[in-house]
């Protein structure tokens, strides 16, 4: 526990956005976009959408718990939910984001929190802890009361963030089927084209090529 605790003071020094928004393109417009949805996940504490845009050790933890226990879940949203970020700059070429972020100050609450536990108990019992209801209904509640009222940082942190660009889905049709392509819009990392429309490009860029029977044929007829 006095490691989790002493990590998740260092959380937003150890993110790493994976994915860009509608678009596996490394450019400016689809990181930004990635960026906002990555914060927004994570004042949201929405575990679903951080598993996908957010690769972090530390937050990995957190989550595993979360998704056992409402009282982790609680935690991930007080930590979060005061977060204020600004974008400072993107360098395409070394795939970075630099992000200013200001939070809750959580020194004092966590060092407070860490000692009175080290003080009760061993580090195997505070293993045994994570699981135990009585205790996160009582301890855990109380860091995370503690959180919600503690002071805001009194100036932001520049962090320089790592960006990767997502996987990308090419879904291969037979001929124009305009439900699905208004629907792969709206879906990062899938795009759609048509049979006798695929080139080489389009194959080799692709790390997932799904295409029906229909699409199959006609690619047979298309490459001869």
Known sequence: ?????????????????????????MTEKNVTATVD????ALKDFNTKKLEKYVDSKTLSVIITYANKHDQFADLGKALFKNLEYNIES?????????VSVRNKDLKDTASAFTKALVSKYSALQMLGLLNNETWL???????TDSIAIAKMQSAPV????TVTA???????????EAKLVKSAANIPGVATT???SVNTY??????????????AKKLEEVLG
């Open 90 to 98: 993107i360098d395409l070429d070394a795939k970075t984001v630099t």
């Open 166 to 176: 997502g996987k990308k889905n090419l879904i291969v049709t037979p001929e124009v």
């Open 158 to 161: 520049s962090v320089t963030l």
């Open 37 to 40: 949805q990555a914060f927004s």
């Open 202 to 215: 389009d194959v080799v860029n692709a790390d997932k090529f799904i295409l029906s029977v229909d699409a």
């Open 1 to 25: 526990m006095k490691k989790l605790l002493s990590l998740v003071l260092a959380l937003l020094l150890a993110l790493s956005f994976a994915g860009c928004s509608g678009s596996t393109a």
């Open 194 to 196: 048509v049979a006798t």
């Open 137 to 143: 209904n009582t301890s855990l509640k109380s860091l």
